[in-house]
Each structure stands twice: as structure tokens, then as C-alpha cells.
């Protein structure tokens, strides 16, 4: 994304080129900028060939997923919907992951019947569901059992999952007794154990003390596991101020890892293939003088684009087109819903803007679409896919009727 005579351009087309054609507020996602970030993860990590296991919840756009899986890449799924959406999008079963802490009976049915790759369990009463059903089909399950090694990711709260206060994976004690419980049953094969101890990580240390934690669980663990699942979490750059995740040294430990343990890895990224692939492009409304600050009210809200309002999150905001002139004043860029929340970000010194100008917030391919809702009863924005010169309509914008 670059500017081109002034204009904000994606590959080879200008944001104001598609929003008078397709209307605002409108997500667009980049090929050539998910094509590279495939290409780089694979490439950091080809020395042991891992199975990389899209997180479909980061974007269930299943038109990105089919682009995603025509690189190899399986899914990581943790609910029914997102299971059926990795298959719609023609991912074979066999590389499919299917983790959550809540996973009902009907789910388990499902991913049984379909004999998916992996059931990561995450309770000693899942792992028992699991043995009750596939006894009741007569069927071996292939299961994993996700481990709490009690690592902080150095991440916001909000969004770590490895310490041992979290909902997430179960401790070393529970951890042996599902490992005993699996070896005395004909319907459960054990095949993987399985870490994910948060989101956006950008330091590899915690990554370190996570497989320092999964080495000295497998040696104090008489059972030889075929599969280890590293999770996902690597974080990408929203800012500059953000530093950039050593992927060489998080390379370098799980290699010495694996000198150590004869396992298959598998990871299962979504914000670091999908996240900085996607732009929001919203329409100014109205500007309101509020004394010490303007409010920039946008066509677009916090049903759209959640991360702002749930996590406090940073999204870059950019002009569509640019110019010299600088606003005298604090700018505060909000949404149209009845909720204080519903603000994107304050920026001092932002390019003069006028009313029914387009601004760009960047970075919001992951957890954007995907976290929004109907709030409002407001329909959910239209996705685009940007090939070179090319606009491809990868969900149609919903209308009124639809939900109403």
C-alpha cells in the first residue's frame, strides 16, 4: 500500500477508484501482501517442515481461506461453524486441528464423523466425551491434549493464554492423568500435545520457555507423541514503535527442541499471515468542533472493526488522498454507534480533513471481519480481494433486509 499520485493505492488500484464503485465502508484485502507473508512463514521454518494450520478464527472469509489452502496450508478451527468453513473451503480433514476449551457433544459428533487430523482436548471431562462417543461409533479419535505450561507471552491480558490463571489447557498433574486415562482406552489414539500461550507476540523468549516446559513435560511422560502443536501468536507490527518478532531465533530453538524429540510441528498462525493484508476504508460524515478536539464521525463503527473498543487497540490511519495542510486541532475519529466506545483512535497533527473524505485504517485483516456483528442492526460491510488491477467482490455487502 503506497501512494500514487497522492492517492492511496492498493497493488494496482486507488481506494477512491473502488469506494465510488462499490461504496464505503468497504474491508479490502491485499493478494500480493498474502502471498508474501505465506511465503515468509513458510520460508522461516522450512528446515523441519511443519503442518501449517491456518487459525480460521483471525478471518472466516472463505473465499481467503481457499486462497490460503492453495499454499498447503490446513486449518485450525474452534467451533462448528469454523470447522464447516475450512471444509467448504476445501481443506482436506486430514489438516484439520480442532481446538477450543468448550467444544459441545453435537461439535465432537462432527469432527468424529469426519475424521479430522486432530481434537485438541483441553479437560480431563472432554477427553472422557470424547472416548464416550467414539465408543458409541465404535471409532478410534485422534486426540491431542493441550498443555498450560504457565509461560507469560508478554502480550496484553486480554489475549494471553499460557499462564496458569487462564481458561486455557490443563496443568502437568491433569496432563499425566488424561495421558494414563488415553492408554487404557480402544477408542482414544494420542497422537499430539499442544501449547498456545497467547497472541501478538513479538519477543521470541516466551516462545523459549514454552518448549522448555513441553521438553520437560515429554520426559517425565512415558507415551511417545507423533505430533507437537506450537499454537500460533506471532505478532505483526501495528506501529512503529512495535518491535519485530526474531522468527531466526524462534527457528533455532524449536530445531534444538526437535534434536532432543522425534515429533512432527505444527503452528497454527492467523494474525501473521492475514493481519497486515487488510484495510478498512471508511467515509467521513460529519465533523463536530468540539473545542479542544474535532470528531471525525465515520460511515464506519465499532461493529465493524471491534479491536479498538474491545482491546484498545493501534490501527495506522491514513488519508486516501493527501495533502500539505495539518489540522489545528486534535483529531478523534468515532463511529455512529450510541456507545462512548465506539472511537478508532485520537491523532494530533492529521492531514486537514473535510467532510466526505475517505480515510484508510490499516492492519485489520485479522480478528477486523471476523470480530464484527450486526450491533445497531447495522449490516456488515462488503469484502474485497485485490489482485494487480483487479477487484474481486469476496463477500457482498449485507443489506437491511437480511437482518432485519
Not at 309 to 338: D, W
Amino acid at each position: 500500500m503506497k501512494y500514487i499520485n497522492k492517492r492511496l493505492t492498493v497493488e494496482k488500484v486507488n481506494f477512491q477508484r473502488i469506494a465510488k464503485k462499490f461504496g464505503t465502508p468497504f474491508y479490502c484485502y491485499s493478494y500480493s501482501k498474502l502471498k508474501e507473508n505465506i511465503n515468509k512463514f513458510k520460508k522461516n521454518f522450512k528446515s523441519f517442515s511443519p503442518l501449517i494450520c491456518f487459525a480460521v478464527k483471525s478471518n472466516t472469509n472463505v473465499n481467503l481461506i481457499r486462497e490460503i489452502k492453495k499454499f498447503g496450508f490446513g486449518a485450525d478451527v474452534v467451533s462448528l461453524g469454523e470447522l464447516m468453513i475450512a471444509l467448504k473451503s476445501g481443506i482436506k480433514p486430514n489438516k484439520i486441528v480442532f481446538s477450543g476449551v468448550g467444544k459441545t457433544s453435537s461439535e465432537l459428533n462432527f469432527a468424529i464423523n469426519k475424521q479430522i487430523l486432530l481434537i485438541n482436548a483441553e479437560s480431563l471431562s472432554e477427553i472422557m466425551e470424547i472416548n464416550r462417543l467414539a465408543k458409541l461409533r465404535n471409532k478410534k479419535v485422534r486426540v491431542g491434549v493441550r498443555l498450560n505450561p504457565n509461560t507469560d507471552a508478554k502480550t496484553l491480558n486480554q489475549i494471553s493464554t499460557g499462564k496458569k490463571e487462564n481458561k486455557f489447557g490443563v496443568n502437568k498433574d491433569t496432563f499425566h492423568k488424561i495421558v494414563d486415562f488415553c492408554k487404557n482406552s480402544k477408542n482414544i489414539d494420542l497422537k499430539c500435545l499442544s501449547v498456545h500461550i497467547g497472541s501478538q507476540i513479538l519477543d521470541h523468549k516466551p516462545y523459549g520457555k514454552m518448549l522448555e516446559a513441553v521438553s520437560h513435560i515429554l520426559d517425565k511422560t512415558n507415551h511417545q507423541f507423533e505430533f507437537i502443536d506450537l499454537g500460533g501468536g506471532m505478532g505483526i507490527n501495528y506501529s512503529n514503535k512495535d518491535k519485530t518478532l526474531n522468527y531466526k531465533k524462534y527457528n533455532t530453538a524449536i530445531n534444538n527442541f526437535l534434536k532432543k524429540h522425534n515429533v512432527k510441528i505444527i503452528f497454527e498462525p492467523g494474525r501473521s499471515i492475514i493481519g497486515n493484508t487488510g484495510m478498512l476504508i471508511s467515509r467521513v460524515i460529519y465533523i463536530k468542533d468540539s473545542g479542544r478536539k474535532k470528531f471525525i464521525i465515520l460511515d464506519a463503527a465499532m461493529n465493524d472493526l471491534m479491536r479498538p473498543a474491545l482491546y484498545g487497540a493501534f490501527h495506522r490511519t491514513l488519508p486516501v488522498i493527501k495533502s500539505n495542510k495539518i489540522s489545528n486541532k486534535p483529531y478523534e475519529f468515532v463511529g455512529p454507534i450510541c456507545e462512548s466506545t465506539d472511537k478508532f483512535i485520537t491523532l494530533k497533527k492529521f492531514q486537514k480533513l473535510e467532510e466526505k473524505d475517505l480515510i484508510a485504517i490499516c492492519d485489520v485483516g485479522a480478528y477486523g471481519m471476523s470480530l464484527s456483528s450486526n450491533y445497531n442492526l447495522r449490516p456488515k460491510p462488503i469484502e474485497l480481494l485485490i489482485k494487480g488491477s483487479k477487484i474481486n467482490v469476496i463477500r457482498k455487502r449485507q443489506k437491511h433486509t437480511e437482518i432485519i
